[in-house]
T-cell receptor, first 114, second 111 residues
Framework: AQSVTQLGSHVSVSEGALVLLRCNYS??????LFWYVQYPNQGLQLLLKYTSAATLVKGINGFEAEFKKSETSFHLTKPSAHMSDAAEYFC????????????WGAGTKLIIKP | NAGVTQTPKFRVLKTGQSMTLLCAQDMNHEYMYWYRQDPGMGLRLIHYSVGEGTTAKGEVPDGYNVSRLKKQNFLLGLESAAPSQTSVYFC??????????FGNGTRLTVT
């Protein structure tokens, strides 16, 4: 069965520092992978998605993620954190076995220190 | 363009009461979903619909019912609310193989 593991329920970085949010997945068939962001009191919105094209995917707000099949990972990065990046980030996977329903990670809350 | 609209935004129920949450989308999407979000558990799918008049169970359907009588609306019902149903409920819609569009959520407390 598919699953998604996000390492760290909370990640704290200083403004201007590198952001790294980790996501590992399990899937027996080629997956689609997603990162969504949730700002306080709002719904989720798509940051980026991997659908078997380029392994390095660029998203909105300067975020990018790299699909590494050998490590079953899809970590999210941003070179320089901004205060406005404070939010909760969710990784999700879908594939043929899940009938393309999204399987969600538990989320990582990103805290930006001034 | 409103996108996905959920009503109400907040609700407090007593155990055993019933209520209906409404989700409306104006993007002509075929697929609609109801999720619940609980701390540390991500999103869990309650029910979903792949078209008008069709519904299917998700990961955590017990205690909930849904209806999709019109393409643009997806209703989530709680017949007899329980404290375990205290949560934030999100509706989402999409076309096939497209990103989900989420509403802003309904915060439900059952006392």
């Amino acid at each position: 069965a598919q699953s998604v593991t996000q390492l760290g329920s909370h990640v704290s970085v200083s403004e201007g520092a590198l952001v790294l949010l980790r996501c590992n997945y399990s899937s027996s068939v080629p997956p689609y992978l997603f990162w969504y962001v949730q700002y306080p009191n709002q719904g989720l919105q798509l940051l980026l998605k991997y659908t078997s094209a380029a392994t390095l995917v660029k998203g909105i707000n300067g975020f990018e993620a790299e699909f590494k099949k050998s490590e079953t990972s899809f970590h999210l990065t941003k070179p320089s954190a901004h205060m406005s990046d404070a939010a909760e980030y969710f990784c999700a996977v879908s594939d043929m076995d899940s009938n393309y329903q999204l399987i969600w990670g538990a989320g990582t809350k990103l805290i930006i220190k001034p | 363009n409103a996108g996905v609209t959920q009503t109400p935004k907040f609700r407090v129920l007593k155990t055993g009461q019933s209520m209906t949450l409404l989700c409306a989308q104006d993007m002509n999407h075929e697929y609609m979903y109801w999720y619940r979000q609980d701390p540390g558990m991500g999103l869990r799918l309650i029910h979903y619909s792949v078209g008008e008049g069709t519904t299917a169970k998700g990961e955590v359907p017990d205690g909930y019912n849904v209806s999709r009588l019109k393409k643009q609306n997806f209703l989530l019902g709680l017949e007899s609310a329980a404290p375990s149903q205290t949560s934030v409920y999100f509706c989402a819609s999409t076309h096939w193989n497209s990103p989900l569009h989420f509403g802003n959520g309904t915060r439900l407390t059952v006392t």
